[in-house]
């Protein structure tokens, strides 16, 4: 009883921070501090709530437990890590997200093109792509690669349908301008078309972080060797190893979270005219 | 519509380079049956077996749409269009879960949009773990949620429905947020002159000038939806539900199966979001902002 009393007050105080934190929107310091109270509260809130109710470990585990099994299997995280992150996650968008771009760069060089792919690659960007895992790991085995093919799949719409827009995105005046400098095609294109392009290039590559994770380690449950964060999680739950099972999820998270904060750092360096990047400094 | 010719064109060349790659990837199990009957295959040999094997590695596309009549037509001609070999009944499964976890988290997404307009303190506390919820991958943790869930006494639709739920939140937040605060200020300026109380600047000017952001972000969250249902159909337990096709094929090596069950996916994601379209498209003109 007296650990969701606990709780109730320690929800009451973090908020109470936050009102107090609110009053000040335009304090660097506040908008930071805000979100990290609030997290703390949710994850103090949390450990009362598994304690108090007495949750079993087998549902539920308090986040205390998670750390202390993360601290204990740092092993077997970063083992897993590099199996999924590494070898898969991160090879297939690159070879996926690279593709994309050549290929948008080569649609875009024809209209016809461009009008016949770009409705058909907006549908495949919908598409439940992730079905097609097992039969990717089918044709290429159990090891990193398949994984790395179905990433591939999943960015590729994303990415094109983004590029291409993007390409698209230097308007007439501009490209006149370029053509009384007597500019060819490829200078208008690395020097104009491809810089106005970079917001859409770089939203199609934040996209693709958080896919090509799901998509790595979805593709663990059809068929992966004896290490990877899917293969982890789909066994632990098997074993009922709840604090396992959570521990790869920080893992995940954390993986996830700092892929997407690197692409969204190059971003604030490369499109730093833009708009939506000046506004914020 | 003149962009119908372009779209068949690519259409046609990929359904084309389907059936080459039919033919690439079959090719070593149809010689290697050759070798072990001793016959040599001429060429239009070898493209009707890689055409026509049982279990290929990848099947032709006839193929499939002979397994999809068979599964789909065939079953209503029969009326047993909802035994448990038809793909009507698994797609049903699947699409229950996909609109009940929509619903969930459009309600959801829109109330968490609300609080966030409104409210200083969720905007500036709730709206980066929003952000940072979706970093995390929830397909991962699928399988676990099932189970927790099962271990609790939640099953059958719901547990699906949940995963379906947290995918589809997301974009109802960020797209509703920009929505609600799209009225310019002086329209809001407008609003306040004549003394409009703060429900009815909320529901004559913030919910009717968020509609066209609303609609468009109701699209990706009904395909993140679905994904959601199919993957949640995967783990232990998945007995019926297009996601339980896929492992069943992947299981047993029946790529054709896989293959429809793949196909049908689309299908149901393209339908729903079409409806999502068609609504939009009425809904807007009616409100006279159709572009």
């Not at chain 1, 875009?108 to 097992?134: E, T, Y």
């Not at chain 2, 109330?111 to 929830?138: E, F, H, K």
């Not at chain 2, 809001?188 to 009815?200: E, K, N, P, V």
């Amino acid at each position: 009883m007296s650990w969701l009393i606990a709780g109730a007050l320690i929800w009451a105080v973090g908020w109470w921070i936050n009102v107090q934190l609110a009053r000040h929107p335009q304090n660097t310091a506040a908008q930071l501090a805000a979100p990290i109270v609030f997290g703390a509260t949710l994850i103090a809130v949390w450990e009362c709530l598994v304690w108090g109710l007495g949750i079993k470990l087998a549902l539920l585990p308090a986040p205390s437990v998670i750390a202390v099994t993360f601290a204990n299997s740092l092993n077997i995280l970063w083992g897993d890590f590099l199996q999924t992150a590494i070898k898969g996650a991160l090879t297939g968008y690159i070879l996926g997200c690279g593709a994309a771009f050549l290929t948008a760069i080569a649609v875009d060089r024809s209209d016809f093109l461009k009008r016949g792919l770009l409705p058909v690659g907006n549908f495949a960007a919908a598409l439940p792509i992730i079905g097609l895992a097992p039969i990717l790991v089918m044709w290429f085995g159990f090891d990193w690669q398949s994984k790395a093919a179905v990433v591939v799949v999943m960015v590729f719409f994303p990415m094109l349908v983004n590029t291409v827009q993007g390409l698209s995105e230097a308007d007439a005046m501009q490209r006149d301008l370029m053509r009384t400098y007597a500019a060819g095609y490829w200078t208008t294109l690395l020097k104009l078309r491809l810089p106005a392009a970079m917001p859409f290039v770089f939203n199609g590559l934040k996209i693709g972080t958080t896919l090509a994770l799901i998509g790595a380690i979805v593709a663990e449950f059809f068929g992966s060797p004896i290490q990877g964060m899917g293969f982890r999680i789909s066994t632990s739950v098997g074993r009922l190893a709840m604090d396992l099972v959570w521990a790869e999820i920080v893992v995940a998270a954390l993986a996830g979270s700092g892929f997407y904060g690197a692409v969204a750092l190059i971003e604030r360096a490369v499109t730093f005219w833009h708009p939506s990047q000046r506004g914020r400094t | 519509m003149r962009n119908i010719v372009p779209v068949l064109t690519v259409v046609a060349t990929l359904i084309a380079l389907w059936y080459a790659g039919a033919v690439a990837l079959n090719a070593p199990w149809a010689y290697d049956k050759a070798a072990r009957a001793e016959v040599t295959l001429t060429f239009p040999d070898l493209v009707a077996d890689t055409w026509s094997q049982e279990k290929p590695k990848l099947p032709a596309p006839h193929q499939v749409a002979a397994e999809m009549w068979n599964t789909t037509g065939a079953m209503i001609a029969s009326g047993r269009a909802f035994s448990k070999r038809s793909l009507i009944y698994h797609s049903w499964i699947t699409f229950s879960s996909t609109a009940l976890g929509f619903l969930l988290g459009t309600a959801l997404g829109t109330l968490l949009a609300i609080g966030i307009v409104y409210n200083r303190t969720m905007d500036m506390s709730v709206m980066p773990w929003v952000i940072a919820s979706q970093t995390i991958p929830i397909l991962a943790i699928a399988p676990m949620i099932i189970v927790v869930l099962n271990a609790v006494g939640i099953s059958g639709l719901l547990p699906k429905a949940m995963i379906s739920m947290y995918l589809s939140f997301f974009p109802v937040v960020v797209g509703m947020v920009k929505g609600l605060r799209s009225p310019s200020q002086m329209q809001l300026d407008q609003m306040r002159t004549w003394h409009a109380s703060r429900s009815q600047t909320f529901w004559k000017l913030r919910l009717p000038s968020s509609m066209p952001y609303f609609f468009t972000s109701l699209k990706i969250a009904m395909a993140a939806s679905l994904v959601g249902a199919i993957v949640g159909e995967l783990p232990t337990g998945a007995v019926a539900g297009l996601g339980a096709r896929l492992l069943a094929g992947s299981y047993y090596g029946q790529t054709i199966q896989i293959w429809s069950a793949l196909i049908m996916a689309a299908t149901l994601a393209a339908i729903l979001v079409g409806l999502i379209g068609l609504i939009q498209r009425i809904t807007l003109k009616r409100m006279g902002m159709a572009t």
